[in-house]
Each structure stands twice: as structure tokens, then as C-alpha cells.
């Protein structure tokens, strides 16, 4: 395989990987290299972004991942980007997301992919940067998982005092009810 399809193959898995990154054996599993191999080509593409004054990104190594991350000397452009009102929107999973951890907090990663059916780890984290939630506790049992909450920030963007200020979720039954309703219909095929 030539290097720079190789560079190419490593950019694109960091671009795929987004905010949570890679580490070394991922990158190394995927393009079924050894170790050394992927860290002289993971240094190459640095180097090369970091020389190229038309390129805006670099390659980091955070928590052990590698990831890319934008150059300091653009700091102030992204800063008026995320202050410029209405500029970024939340993605239709992280308002999913956002919704169960208001309505359900404190809530774990596991129960909000109950309710969702799906994933979280993305939303979370972006809604984590966002400053819309955060970690409040730790669940009680084996794991201790954390527990989301909101933040003043998130009833700063959605322009609420408190979190009663929350609309009713239309035809919400509590959990009660529920396993009511539940007995119910299972108890009908019993006496039959």
C-alpha cells in the first residue's frame, strides 16, 4: 500500500471517528498495520497538516485517542461562530437525548438507550461540550454508572426559570398506571 493512500486511510478513520477519536489499536485493526507502522503515519499526517498553512486541523492525542482537533491560531473564528446566536443547531439524536435526561433526570447512558433504542455516546458528549447537561451523581449497584442532569445553561437556551416550567409530555402515564394496565391485560389470557 503506498504511504499516501495510507495518510488518506488514517485522515479519513479520524475524520469518521469525530470527537471520541481513535486509539492505536483501532487505527491499527483497521488498517491491519503494527504499531510502529501507524505511529510514523499518524506523525506524518501532523506534520504535514501542521506545515500547510491552508489547512485549518491538526492530529492530537488525548486519553489516549487520537483525534483532530482545529489549530490554535483559529481560536478566535471558532469563538465567533459559537457565540453568533442561532449559529449551531442541535442534531435531531442529541434533542432526543436532551429531552429523556430532562423529563427522566437523573438518568444513566444505559436507561437513555432503553428509551431511545439506540446509542448515546455521541449525543452525550456533544451535549456535554454544549453545556446543556452534565454528570450528577453516580448510580447506586455494581458499575456506578453516571448520572445526566441538566444544567443552568440548558434552562438558559430554553429560556425556562425552572424545570417545572417544562411542557407536560401529552398522554403520559405513570409507571404505576402502567403495570396497572399491564396486570390487567395479562390476568385476561390467565382466566382463560
Do not use: H
Amino acid at each position: 500500500m503506498l504511504e499516501s493512500k495510507q495518510l488518506g486511510i488514517v485522515e479519513c478513520l479520524l475524520f469518521a471517528a469525530g470527537d471520541e477519536g481513535l486509539s492505536l489499536k483501532q487505527i491499527c485493526s483497521a488498517m491491519e498495520l503494527e504499531e510502529d507502522q501507524v505511529i510514523l503515519l499518524i506523525e506524518n499526517l501532523k506534520e504535514r497538516l501542521d506545515q500547510d498553512p491552508t489547512r485549518g486541523i491538526t492530529v492530537v492525542a488525548l486519553a489516549e485517542a487520537y483525534q483532530f482537533a482545529t489549530k490554535k491560531e483559529y481560536a478566535d473564528y471558532l469563538k465567533k461562530l459559537v457565540e453568533s446566536p442561532g449559529a449551531s443547531t442541535l442534531s435531531q439524536a442529541s434533542l432526543e437525548t436532551l429531552a429523556i435526561v430532562a423529563y427522566k433526570q437523573p438518568i444513566t447512558r444505559v436507561e437513555i438507550e432503553e428509551i431511545r433504542g439506540v446509542k448515546t455516546e455521541r449525543p452525550l458528549q456533544t451535549l456535554i461540550s454544549r453545556g446543556l447537561i452534565k454528570e450528577v451523581g453516580r448510580a447506586e449497584g455494581s458499575g456506578r454508572a453516571k448520572l445526566y442532569g441538566t444544567t443552568s445553561e440548558f434552562l438558559d437556551y430554553f429560556g425556562l426559570k425552572d424545570l417545572k416550567d417544562l411542557p407536560d409530555l401529552p398522554n403520559q402515564m405513570n409507571d404505576i398506571e402502567q403495570e396497572e394496565e399491564a396486570e390487567l391485560f395479562f390476568s385476561s389470557f390467565k382466566e382463560d
